[in-house]
């Protein structure tokens, strides 16, 4: 009899994985590759999905894009730009952050930096702070981030911080949405961030641009200026 994957919990095992030094199920192996695994670059099933994805994992792309296009749709293609940029700079901080912030986290994060942004529009100059300490921590460096782009912009800044504003409430909005349309079966509090990596790392994979916009940014955060 199987042993139960270590990964979920749920299915079976049957692939020897040579990230994990264990069996696991191929659900896992497909959708946790590259993300949750370490994949060595001789592992025969990460040869194989490259040039033939399996299907779950083309369902679940398919899925991401469905939730996260409509709400990025209307965004012009700078804040498109920044909202990557933010996306890069999010999974970065989550990756050395410690405790690691969860969606809620983010989203908290970025609402109080949009709201802060927001505010200086109308003239008033007040930091909004985050709830929690994670998201405080998250915040912080967001913020830092978007006055430095401000700051390259030269003339342009003040839009740059418009953008920012409007790319924060989508990155606000998809964290606190994913765990209700895209659970992330191992850890339902952090859906968005296991969606936001699932994407880039299919967009750093791929030779074509990601649908209906520009290529993502690979695994440094990056933005180009107007």
């Given at each position: 009899?199987?042993?139960v ?13 040579p ?6 199920c ?8 590259l993300?949750?695994i370490?994949?060595p670059?001789?592992?025969?099933y ?27 749709s ?12 933010l996306?890069?700079?999010v ?16 989203a ?11 505010t ?11 709830t ?14 978007i ?7 030269g ?8 953008d ?39 967009a ?20 180009i200026?107007?």
């Amino acid at each position: 009899m199987k042993a139960v994957c270590p990964l979920c919990s749920q299915r079976k095992a049957k692939r020897a994985c040579p990230g994990v030094n264990r069996e696991i199920c191929a659900v896992c192996c497909g959708t946790k590759r590259l993300t949750e695994i370490a994949c060595p670059p001789d592992c025969p099933y990460l040869a194989t999905a490259r040039v033939h994805p399996p299907a779950v994992v083309q369902r679940q792309h398919e899925r991401d894009l469905q939730f996260l296009l409509p709400r990025i749709s209307d965004l012009t293609e700078t804040q498109y730009q920044v909202f990557l940029f933010l996306q890069a700079l999010v999974l970065q901080h989550a990756r050395s952050a410690m405790p690691a912030p969860h969606d809620a986290d983010v989203a908290d994060a970025a609402a109080s930096v949009a709201a802060t942004l927001e505010t200086a529009r109308k003239g008033i100059i007040y930091e909004h702070h985050a709830t929690s300490l994670p998201a405080q921590r998250l915040a912080t460096e967001i913020g830092r981030s978007i006055a430095d782009l401000a700051q390259r912009a030269g003339a342009n800044g003040a839009r740059i911080e418009r953008d920012a504003a409007a790319a924060l409430r989508r990155v606000e909005r998809a964290a606190r949405e994913a765990a209700a349309h895209v659970p992330d079966d191992s850890s339902p509090s952090a859906s968005w961030l296991a969606l936001a990596t699932r994407l880039m790392k299919g967009a750093a994979g791929r030779s074509e641009p990601a649908p209906e916009k520009q290529d993502a940014p690979a695994d440094e955060p990056r933005i180009i200026l107007p």
